[in-house]
């Protein structure tokens, strides 16, 4: 009997998962991958690109706090970026600099928007992100001891690190 339960579960979520992707959008690049995850939220309107830009800029100066999630409490780079998401258009993003790594679509640099996220690391797995909001700035909560700041991609330390761009 747990065996026929196990493959109904089986059966249930192949369904659904295949039922899942009707909805999808085209990623906006074709710099995606084929691997590239389902959308499941709409693309961001320009306004809301623009928001999300405007809101990460008004937490400059917030204490940087290591899983920090809110103003008061402080941000980590990852913390940071869900609390604009989730407060500008209600899209939960994961938690994780890795999960973000993977989160939305793949763009190249020169498409760049605002809203869009900048993912950094100097080695396989990525280690650091922050909100990209034009002109080739960035905010980002960088470290302990810091505040969430306005950087520059081109600047000397950003620009030896390994940079992907997402589109959520």
């Known amino acids: 009997m747990r065996v026929f339960h196990s493959l109904a579960f089986a059966a249930c979520t192949a369904a659904l998962l295949a039922l899942g992707g009707c909805g999808t959008s085209r990623p ?48 980590d780079c990852s913390g940071l970026i869900g609390y604009v998401y989730r407060n500008q258009v209600g899209t939960p993003p994961p938690r994780t600099v890795a999960q973000l790594n993977n989160w939305g679509y793949r763009i190249d640099g020169g498409e760049l928007r605002a809203g869009d996220l900048v993912v950094f690391g100097t080695g396989r797995q990525p280690n650091h992100a922050g909100i990209y909001v034009g002109e080739g700035r960035f905010v980002h909560a960088p470290s302990t001891g810091g505040t969430v700041r306005l950087d520059h991609l081109q600047s000397r330390h950003w620009s030896r690190q390994n940079a992907a761009f997402r589109r959520p």
Do not use: C, K, W
Not at 32 to 48: C, G, M, V
């Open 28 to 75: 906006p690049s074709t710099s995606s991958s084929s691997s590239a995850p389902i959308r499941t939220t709409p693309p961001l309107t320009a306004e809301q690109a623009h928001d999300i830009a405007i809101h990460a800029l008004g937490l400059v100066g917030t204490p940087y706090r290591y899983g920090g999630n809110t103003p008061d409490s402080g941000f």
